[in-house]
């Protein structure tokens, strides 16, 4: 195990080395138990993060069957809507009020089925299945646990991620990360994301617009609005 870790981050590590099978309930059950401490954490705490990063993500660990990032939000910062690769069960543990969407994928189309907020000390689930964003719509900064694993893959558990850049119109894959306006070294592959309904469209720019905002990347902004001013020339509604 690597040295210098906190010792929430090592009593929850041991314990999952010590598993077998794990599912969400067991895992969150394993970090309830633990009693994280924001301040135990601190040194991976990345509020300054480069503005082509639209969140902090610092790894703590990979033993190769997980991983554990601690992920800093500022006010503004969100993820673009994203899966977690090759992940079967894991969890975020909140030290802050985050902003969230769930989403249903049918016939290749992403549907919202779920706007809500996770408060400081939830821990929500996460699965092969879940597709969805989070982020920053408050003025506190507040940060999260995150944990990616897997019962069959042994190295890189959140590699293929699925990422659905809405305002570029593609469909990217990375190693894990989640960024709006990533940088093309994290790319692995894209292909055209042609039908996005408006309504999905119309939610997506009022969370990340403050994001484009706050970086000065303002082009981007002009671009969204042209796309919702001539929508059926960049998307099938």
């Given amino acids: 195990m690597t040295p210098n870790l906190p010792s929430c981050i090592k009593k929850i590590a041991l314990e999952l080395n010590n598993l077998g099978n794990i599912d969400n309930n067991i895992v969150a059950e394993i970090v309830s138990d633990a009693k994280l ?10 509020f300054d993060h480069p503005n082509n990063e ?27 809507i994203h899966n977690h690769g090759y992940t079967e069960w894991g969890c975020v543990y909140f030290f802050g009020e985050a902003t969230h969407r769930l989403y ?25 299945d879940l597709t969805h964003m989070m982020g920053n719509e408050n003025a506190k900064d ?11 893959i042994n190295s890189i558990v959140s590699e ?9 119109q593609k469909v990217v894959r990375t190693m894990g990360s989640a960024y709006l306006n990533m940088d093309r070294s994290l790319v692995l592959s ?5 039908k996005i309904h408006q309504d999905v469209f119309l939610d997506y720019y009022s969370l990340v617009k403050s994001f484009y905002e706050r970086t000065k990347q303002f082009e981007i ?17």
């Fill in 37 to 46: 401490s924001e301040k135990e954490l601190s040194q991976y705490i990345s």
């Fill in 54 to 80: 639209s969140y902090g993500r610092k790894l703590i660990l990979d033993s190769g069957e997980f991983q554990i990032f601690l992920m800093s939000w500022r006010a503004g910062d969100f993820t673009a």
């Fill in 104 to 128: 249903k994928i049918v016939d290749d189309e992403l549907n919202v089925v779920q706007k809500d907020n996770f408060h400081g000390g939830q821990i929500a689930a996460v699965s092969d």
């Fill in 142 to 152: 507040y940060t999260t646990l995150h944990i990616y694993g897997s019962n069959v």
């Fill in 160 to 168: 293929n991620t699925k990422v659905y850049l809405l305002e570029f």
């Fill in 190 to 194: 894209e292909k055209p994301l042609l």
């Fill in 221 to 237: 902004i002009r671009k969204m609005d042209k796309v919702l001013n001539n929508y059926s020339e960049f998307y099938q509604n």
